[in-house]
């Protein structure tokens, strides 16, 4: 193992290709190359890679045989077949240009490198810079910007190809509910999938707090959804909430389905977290794994389309696994306290209610 070493995975491709077809403010015009390209830049400008303890990592090129181990052959012939037609729009919210099959593959070996790096100890941690994004892609379709499930795809990875046993937690702090990673191990209890998510209570929709999972897997999904506006001091105790339930699982790695769009400024979402925020996340979990994994974490990029936001976020997260300190931009504004305090208590007291039969940390 390299202690201490910190994997960060892109391809130049990322930051060039799989360009919307429309321009903003059209919500698919928001999944552009420009989010990694600025993130790139920030590390660049801020000589991130001089530092010893970060290594830069290019994924390999993969065989179209692993996307088919989360995925239906219709599907992957879909994605395929639209690309080498030079792109279309499917069901609205997904796009698919001449070069999406092949970056789409790039983003899921960028997923399983780093994961599959800090399974074999070679980096301590991993933050995996890809798009497209992955965990509303379902078996059979792709979904909200997502083509393949990249996350789903470097857990079978590590399940089918290095017959890894061990347990695995996803901790998804994207704005939006992953409904597509949700049903990949929804009756999986070696994955524990834990989500914190914009909801909006006034309707139904997917990622409420009764969907816990099902068969040998019920009590290994936890949706945590919560009221537009949520504040920083409100997310850093959602993520004091779930330590005890990661405690009682006790995987052998985190993996973060890193969205940033609940980034105060986020064209597409409504929280209110600065990128402050990030750096006192990365250090509580780097805290959490250290004591439960051996400091394993792997971060995967899916949402955060603030280009502004997106440097400082990613920026806050790696100072904080190095432990370093870190200063926000003076155009941040100050640390929201509080937002939906009284309606958070009542959620979390909600999904203590309907859990408590599967677990004994509450």
Not at 68 to 82: E, N, P, Q
Not at 209 to 238: M, Q, R
């Amino acid at each position: 193992m390299t202690d201490n070493k910190i994997g960060i995975i892109f391809h130049e491709d990322f930051a060039l290709k799989h360009i919307p077809p429309y321009p903003k403010p059209t919500f698919i015009a928001f999944e552009h190359p420009n989010r990694v390209k600025v993130m790139i830049e920030a590390l660049n400008r801020d000589l991130i890679f001089d530092n010893k303890r970060i290594l830069k990592i290019v994924p390999p090129t993969i065989e179209d045989d692993i996307i088919g181990l989360a995925h239906s052959k219709f599907h992957i012939d879909m994605i395929r077949k639209i690309s080498k037609g030079g792109g279309g729009i499917i069901d609205d919210e997904v796009f698919v240009t001449q070069d999406t099959f092949e970056l789409a593959k790039k983003a899921v070996s960028g997923a399983i490198t780093a994961v599959e790096q800090v399974i074999k100890k070679e980096i301590g941690q991993s933050i995996a810079l890809i798009r497209p994004p992955g965990h509303h892609a379902y078996r059979d379709k792709a979904s909200g910007l997502c083509i393949f499930n990249n996350i789903a795809l470097s857990v079978l990875y590590l399940r089918e190809k290095l017959n890894f046993s061990g347990k695995i937690a996803i901790i998804d702090i994207d704005n939006h509910f992953g409904d597509g990673l949700a049903h990949y191990f929804y009756e999986d209890p070696s994955v524990l999938y834990i989500s914190i998510h914009e909801y909006d209570f006034s309707q139904m929709d997917l990622g409420f707090i009764d969907e816990l999972g099902a068969g040998d897997g019920l009590g290994t999904n936890i949706n945590i959804p919560v009221p537009e506006g949520l504040s920083s001091n409100e997310f850093l105790e959602l993520i004091s909430f779930i330590e005890p339930f990661l405690r009682e699982f006790a995987p052998s790695i985190l993996i973060v389905a890193t969205g940033f769009d609940t980034y105060f400024a986020d064209p597409i979402g409504n929280g209110q977290l600065t990128s402050e925020t990030f750096y006192h996340f990365s250090r509580k979990l780097m805290q959490i794994a250290k004591e439960l994994c051996e400091e394993r974490i792997a971060f995967i990029l899916e949402g955060g389309y603030s280009i502004i936001g997106l440097q400082y976020c990613l920026l806050a997260l790696i100072k904080g696994l190095l432990n370093e300190s870190y200063s926000a931009p003076i155009f941040e504004p100050k640390r929201v306290e509080y937002s939906n305090h009284q309606n958070l208590d009542k959620i979390k007291k909600s999904i203590v209610k309907i859990i408590k039969p599967y677990w004994n940390c509450y």
